[in-house]
Structure formats: C-alpha cells, structure tokens
C-alpha cells in the first residue's frame, strides 16, 4: 500500500459490541503479531467476528488493505482451530487460531451475591483446598474471590471535565472487566469477581480506563497486588499507580478480596514452569533501562567483590583477631567437611535473617535507589519519544535495535537473578522462604543419611530414562522455577503499597459529596 513496496498493517475486530485493534508492524507484507483477544461470547448459538486489515499512514487516512468474516457457529467448542482466511477485496490471507471455551471458573456477579458470606458454600471451597485434598487436581491450587467497590477522586479524562470509568481485573491469562459509569469520577461498580488459582505467586492486577467510543480506552491508573501479600476479607483503599507502577496517579479504589488456597498444592506448583502471559507489551529500547540494568547488575557484582575482598583481608590478617577466628575456622570445616553443611550453612543464614527479622534488629531500609532509577525512567521515555520524532533517533538505531534490546533484557535477568536470591534469604516472601526451609532441611537430611555417591547415581538415573519414561515431558529445572517466584528489587518497588493521601479519608468524602 505504500510507495515502497511494503505495508504497515495493522488488524481490527468486532463481535457485536466488542472491538479490539492489534498492534502496527511497520513495513512488511508478511506480518506476525502474535497477540491474543479474548471476547466474551453469550449466546450458545454462536457470532460472526468481523475482521478488517489496514495500512496506518501518519497524517491521513489509513489504507483499507482487505476483510474476512469468521462465522463462531460452525466451530466445535474446547478445540483450537487453525483457520486461513482469504482477504475479501484484496490479497494474501490472515492465520488466526480460535478456541471457543467455557469460563466456569471465571466468574462475575453482583455484591449481592457472595460465594463466601454464603456458610454452605464457603464450607464447600474450604473442603476443596483442605490440607487432605492434597494430591488431588494439583493445578487446582486455590480460590480468589475480589470485590471491585468503588474508586475516587480519578483523573478527568473528557474535555467535560469528568471521566467514563471502567475496570479490568487480570490474574495471568484470565481477564474480565466490570460495566461503565458514565461522566463519574467517583464510580461505583459493586461487582465480584472470582478466578481460579494456579499458581499461589501470581499477581492480581486491577487497572482503570476511561471508555472512549470513538478510539481505544484512556489509562486511569493500576494497582498489582501479589496474592501472597493479601489480606482476607479487609475492605482496603489501594492508590492507584501509572502504568509502570513506578508512581502514583491520581485516584484510589476501593477492594475487598479473599484468598484460599491448599499450601501443599502451592508448594509442588512453585516447582513447576511458570505460567507465560499470552499478551505482553513488545520490548523497546530505552537508553534509561539500559542504564537502570547496568547499575543493578553491577549492584549484584559488587556484593560478590566486597565478599572477595573480605576474604582476602583475611588472608592479608588485616585484623588479627578476625583473620585468626577464619583461619581456625577453615581449618575445622575443610577437616571435618561433609557435603550436608552445604545446605546447613544456607539454613542457618535463613534462621539467621528471620531472626533478626522477628527481634526487630534486621536494619533494611527501602530501596529507595530502584525507585529513584524507575522514575528517571519513565521521564527519560518521554523525552525519547519527542527526540524520536524530532530527531528520528529510532531510525538511525533500526540496524542495532534487536541487539541492544537482547543485552538489555540479559542485563535486566542477570540482575533479577541475583535480587531474587538475595530476597529469598531476605524473608521478602515469607512464604517462599518457609518453603526454602523445608527443602534445605530435607537436602540436609538426605545429604547426612544417604552417600553421595547413591544421590548421584539416582540423579543420573533419572536424567537418562527420563524422555525414555514420559517422551514429551518438558525439561525443568526445579530451583530456577522456584526462584522464578521470587520478586526482584523492581517488582518489590513495583508491588509496594502507596500510603493513601488523608485526602481521601471517608470523613473527607462524605464532606465532599455529601448526595
């Protein structure tokens, strides 16, 4: 469609009311998005999705490059289907996959209808994830029941001076959102929404738009509330956070939200992959990230300097009591060394962090550097983006982009690598540090009682007739699984709870809108 050979297209899609746009991939006539829409589909007799390919031009109006219909009715339920739609009034086709699937597990419903105020039924989901029910389902791990009540005081997205607020509640791969309420800033939505856990270490994420008819919705503000940090049954007022979760926006909301959960299930799922996203923003380059990986990484480096460093002022006997205490030290384990101290020592530093912890003597501070990084940031993105238009950065950089995301993304996991092990003897999540315990004490154990040379041999054993016994079972490692679940330095500044403005307190809001 453009002068030079190529296309920018782009996808729209429309069931009844529901539409959705994909992503631009510039310059290509052999596109790949690989994006995923979920429509909400109520009538048992089927729809027909209307889908229209498109060319952007900046500054006029975008090319129609062609259009296909899928007719839902003709398609089994609980099976994907590939399909190669022929573009009507124009050429080449679209490859979609489509699943019509039942959504038991999600649900919503009015406040009036509450699964656990009602006792029968809140004894039935207690019996299902009681300690007994163990080994059974273990992708059932647990139940997430969350009450959107209210929001206040949001941004004015109209030129009215108001805003068209809805709400979108995630947790992975299940997306549901609540109804408009329009020209309010002050919305109420009194709904329940209830999901499935599969895994006890995902995050609850509950994000405001503005709906616009016209064009896709205005960000308001979201909240990313780890499942392990909730409180049950508390009604509480979460400030709403921009879309990095850096900082605060304007606005809070108002949830209550329960959580059951079988602990044994939880802690056989935290050694399995985790589940991966289906839609996910796109990676870019930021000169800023780039910056903010570096330091974190060099942060990771540094401790395990500092720690040579020590190490060799020992040998150096720079303090002589200290270099004695060392010496006597290394002369007692190398002697006595057995491989079970291993998982001894990292014990005791577990013990030793919670009991600093528990006595109030552990003097960790808020890491107020991560947090500083994220801002400058989201400030350095804006300013990129109006030197991208101006200067046409971007396009001077198109060659090396893909290889200077690849390091950046490397930098950013060798950092969040090293700040997960760092936060799993930290007790940052308690639960997974309880869990370190119980498999540091059972290595311990089994290390004391069974030679190594037997542990070694059943491991061997295993690793070779492993594909011999089940032929597609996915290869895992169970320690990078578990600490998959820990968060790095980013995601605790990410999931850390904003003080609410006093603003906002129920006295003020009654003051305020006294109706």
């Not at 050429?91 to 406040?111: F, H, K, P, Q, R």
């Not at 009036?112 to 039924?121: I, R, Y």
């Not at 995630?170 to 020209?183: A, I, Q, S």
């Not at 802690?267 to 991966?276: G, Y």
Request: glycine letters at 4%; aromatic letters at 10%.
């Amino acid at each position: 469609m453009d002068a030079n050979g190529l296309s920018d297209p782009y996808v729209k899609f429309r069931l009844g009311h529901q539409k959705y746009k994909s992503k631009i991939v510039p310059k290509t006539l052999n596109p790949q998005w690989r994006e995923q829409f979920d429509f909400h589909l109520y009538e048992e007799r089927g729809g027909i999705i209307d889908i229209t390919v498109w060319d952007k031009d900046a500054g006029k109006k975008d090319d129609f490059i062609g259009r296909c219909q899928v007719d839902l009715s003709t398609l089994s339920k609980e099976q994907t289907h590939k399909l190669e739609m022929p573009l009507e009034e124009g050429e080449g086709c679209l490859v979609l996959l489509v699943t019509l699937t039942a959504s038991a597990a999600v649900t919503i419903s009015d406040l009036s209808v509450n699964s656990l105020e009602d006792q029968k039924e809140r004894e039935e989901i207690l019996k299902r994830y009681r300690p007994m029910m163990m080994f059974h389902n273990l992708k059932d791990v647990g139940f997430l029941q969350v009450k959107v009540i209210r929001a206040e005081a949001l941004m004015a997205a109209d030129v009215t001076g108001k805003s068209d607020p809805f709400c979108v509640v995630e947790l992975n791969n299940d997306r549901l959102l609540t109804h408009t309420v329009y020209k309010n800033l002050n919305p109420e939505w009194n709904k329940i929404f209830t999901f499935n856990i599969k895994d006890i270490h995902s995050v609850l994420e509950v994000t405001v738009y503005d709906e616009d008819r016209d064009r896709s919705a205005d960000f308001l503000g979201k909240v990313a509330i780890p499942l392990l940090s909730i409180q049950n049954g508390e009604q509480k007022a979460y400030v709403l956070k921009n879309k990095e979760l850096t900082g605060p926006t304007k606005g809070v909301i108002y949830l209550e939200i329960d959580v059951i959960f079988n602990a044994v299930k939880a802690s056989i799922r935290t050694l399995m992959p985790k589940e991966q996203k289906y839609i996910e923003e796109e990676d870019r380059l930021s000169k800023q990230l780039l910056l903010r990986n570096f330091i974190r990484m060099k942060r990771c480096i540094m401790v395990l300097i500092n720690a040579a460093y020590y190490i060799s002022s020992c040998f150096d006997w720079d303090s002589p009591p200290r270099s004695l205490a060392a010496f006597l030290l290394f002369l007692f384990v190398v002697w006595n060394f057995e491989l079970y101290m291993i998982p001894l020592a990292l014990l005791l530093l577990l013990a030793w962090n919670y009991f600093l912890i528990v006595s109030g003597k552990d003097n960790r501070q808020h890491d107020t550097v991560v947090e500083d990084m994220l801002e400058d940031e989201e400030e350095e993105d804006d300013r990129d983006d109006k030197d991208s238009e101006k200067k046409g950065f971007m396009n001077r950089l198109y060659a090396i982009q893909e290889v200077c995301v690849s390091v950046q993304n490397i930098l950013g996991e060798v950092a969040s690598f090293g700040e997960r092990i760092k936060n799993t003897f930290n007790w940052t999540v308690p639960f997974l540090s309880w869990l370190a315990i119980v498999a540091l004490s059972v290595f311990t154990i089994i290390l004391y009682f069974i030679p190594l040379r037997y542990i070694v041999l059943v491991w061997g054993i295993n690793k070779f007739t492993k594909k011999l016994r089940s032929p597609y079972a996915i290869d895992n490692n169970e320690l990078l699984d578990f600490l998959s679940r820990v968060p790095s330095d980013v995601q605790v500044v990410q999931y850390h709870e904003l003080k609410q403005d006093p603003s906002h307190s129920p006295s003020k809001r009654k003051k305020n809108n006294p109706g």
